[in-house]
């Protein structure tokens, strides 16, 4: 027997692993040990079930053909990083320069690491508001600076309050992230909501890191980015991309965009960790931007009307759930069955064959809470529902 042991580094050790993937590794169990001959159904993945749209696919393929199969620049192929600044202006109200305030990277998940690696030193803090997306907390680990978790409530319809930004704020903050619209709750932040935020910022040196990768699916009202407003447009660094809004998550296309000396900062980290984004995916990119917009509009109106067929289902049944306005998650509270929130979705899936995420897998404030995604088909979301009456009946 050898004596080697490989060395890991005490960052990666002490990285926990994320709490949905271990419902996932549970779901896979469950698919092959069946127990009530029912099929699994899972409002547990955070990804839309429709198909990328076939023209996309297209262009995609079409690249290909043309033998388009080398490196691109660092920053993106141009025209890709001109379509990106005019989707921008047309469907945000947003102005970039394509040359200098925006870059392509392997999915938003690259752009927020970039981000992070980028501006935090040790020892520095970053403010995450939560319950919110799981990779947040990690990138600021592995970048030796310190995540501070702010605790959103339902009550306050899960919004970030300036009462709970002041009273974190240190000499050492140097980034707030501001994860809206909001997975896992639903949460969105509205124009007066950034405009009360500023107030507390104007006289800081926090960048905002808004990760807008939800921003074509609110409902009932037009996302507001915190870089709509003048004065917070310099400090903030956009996270978009096409994963939710195009159905294109395994193309691994997103964005960053935002202030020059930033961007630049990032091309330089994404240069030498990533080269450039997957060159077919930037030619489908170029396609879905320019001639999407019809698409991301279908699909919303059929989350939409998803959303709302979840929401009225679970209010029949008691359970207390947010009137969500955004990506497509609900977040209900479970508290009535006085179960928790892993307790609840271990027996769901044990007992229905129904996955969803506990709460607390997202944070603080998560636990009384799970979350399900609603980008599932209707008639999913019906049996979903049939099943959570018969387990809430039974408890
Ligand atoms: N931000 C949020 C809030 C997300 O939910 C996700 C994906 N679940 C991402 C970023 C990462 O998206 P991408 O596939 O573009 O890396």
Partial sequence: MSNFIIPISDKSKNLQPSGIRRFFDLLEEQKNTPNTGKPVISLGIGEPDFLTAWHTRDAGIYSLEKGYTKYTPNAGLTALRNEATAYMERRFNLTYNPKTEVLVTVGGSEALDLCVRAIVNPGDEVIIPQPSFVAY?????????????????????????????????????????????????????????????????????????????????????????????????????????????????????????????????????????????????QYAAIDALRDGDEDILRMHDEYDRRRRLLIDGLARLGLQCFDARGAFYLFPCIRSTELSSEDFCMRLINEENLAVIPGNAFGVGGEGFVRMCYAVSADSLREALVRIEHFLKRL
């Fill in 137 to 281: 907390a990690p990138a600021v680990e592995l970048a030796g600076g310190i995540p501070v978790p702010i605790e959103t409530k339902s009550e306050d319809l899960f919004k970030l309050t300036p009462e709970q930004l002041r009273n974190v704020i240190t000499p050492k903050t140097k980034i707030l992230v501001l994860p809206f619209p909001c997975n896992p709750t639903g949460g969105i932040m509205e124009q007066e909501d950034y405009i009360e935020l500023e107030k507390i910022l104007k006289d800081t040196n926090i960048v905002l890191l808004s990760d807008e990768i939800y921003a074509e699916l609110t409902y009932g009202q037009k996302h507001f980015s915190p870089a709509n407003i003048p004065s917070l447009k310099e400090r903030t660094l956009i996270v978009g991309g096409l994963s939710k809004s195009h159905a294109m998550t395994g193309w691994r296309i997103g964005f960053a965009y935002g202030p020059s000396e930033l961007i630049s900062q990032m091309t330089k980290i994404h240069q030498y960790a990533i080269m450039s984004a997957p060159t077919t995916s």
